[in-house]
């Protein structure tokens, strides 16, 4: 038995309640943990790209190979959202440590018409038969093709529901057994709202049997 | 421009539906990045404990502050499921470094009146008027109430939606602004379906404006 417990607070649901709005979202955005982040590169009807970092975003099943991803329809993505069910495709793009604080940036409420990849320096990069942009910066990009939208009623956020149509990465992170190397990628993850860590492994482990 | 463009590979769809199946799980399972992990712990009708590994974690909304969860219907965590249906609570316990291995542990096919808690050594600690096991060794504690349940005919997996009740936490770790430091409470990550990871801070960022 360790007696850590002592030292530790429990905060009830009135005190979350009580919170300031902005303290209670940092405190509230970190306790999921370290999330899987990433940039959502769309391009709308009249070809102007946009790109808007998410961390909201969950692996749904490796067969049939689905990603799931919250969106708030409050805030800037809302183009990315516009743009995602106007084409229907899009594409999710690793988050290197080379260009995490252009990454941040795409946050930032900028106009319909300025594409957050000129404005953070940030480079599109089309693949044939692919109407979607990749970043060119990112070492792991996935492309990806809306199936279903929901509309969760309890918080009006949009949760969509993607197939994966490709995987781009450097062949050298694959392992034998179909495990990727995220690290050797060089993918970086996130906490709360506007925090970002690098990571080091501490194990791969056997299938757990009892 | 950079130049490494040409050292990445495109696997488009048919090259992973034509994948082995375990492959192509550890594949797909790696792509969404790295993961928010944590152990649910429930509690029986008839007073067994039940403890799972879950990577299928997000981050849902700050006010309400709310929490989503992807529960796949044929695994293990099935236990987890009926007892979070029978007694609507349930806990989220953030893994540290000394004991992920026995976290790990806990996604074997125990039968339904094994503890896992028993089976792999952790602690099951009760707080007053919470009717979820949640796990000592943890030093961040999340008590949940479940709000919704959805069943995704895409993939036959079933999406929670919770509602925090309480955080359990060293309050060292919360900063003026709300930001609680995940490193500091010793949280960890996982990335595919095996793999744990210690993470380290680059920075914490502005809020982005144009």
Do not use: W
């Not at 940092?26 to 998410?54: E, M, P, Q, R, Y």
């Not at 809302?78 to 106007?86: K, S, V």
């Amino acid at each position: 038995m360790t007696t850590q417990s002592s030292t530790l607070k429990r905060i009830k649901k009135d005190e979350i309640l009580d919170m300031e709005k902005r303290f209670r979202a940092n405190f509230i955005n970190s306790i999921s943990g370290f999330k899987s982040v990433g940039l959502i590169g769309t391009i709308s009807k009249d070809n102007t790209t946009n790109l808007a970092i998410f961390s909201q975003v969950f692996h749904l099943g490796a067969n049939p190979a689905l990603m799931g991803f919250i969106v708030r329809p409050d805030v800037s993505p809302r183009h990315t959202l516009e743009n995602i069910e106007a084409t229907q495709f899009f594409t999710f793009n690793h988050i290197n440590e080379s260009f995490y604080k252009q990454a941040h940036q795409t946050a930032a409420r900028y106009e319909r018409e300025v594409s957050e990849f000129e404005a953070t320096g940030l480079t599109p990069y089309f693949e044939e038969g692919f109407v979607a942009p990749y970043v060119k910066e990112s070492h792991f990009r996935v492309g990806l093709k809306l199936e279903e939208k929901h509309e969760l009623s309890i918080n009006n956020t949009i949760f969509l529901i993607a197939s994966v149509q490709e995987v781009i990465l450097n062949e050298e992170i694959i392992e034998k057994d179909g495990y990727l190397d995220l690290e050797k990628a060089g993918t970086i993850t996130s906490s709360c709202l506007d925090s970002y860590h690098t990571t080091k492994r501490l194990d791969r482990l056997l299938y757990a049997k009892p």
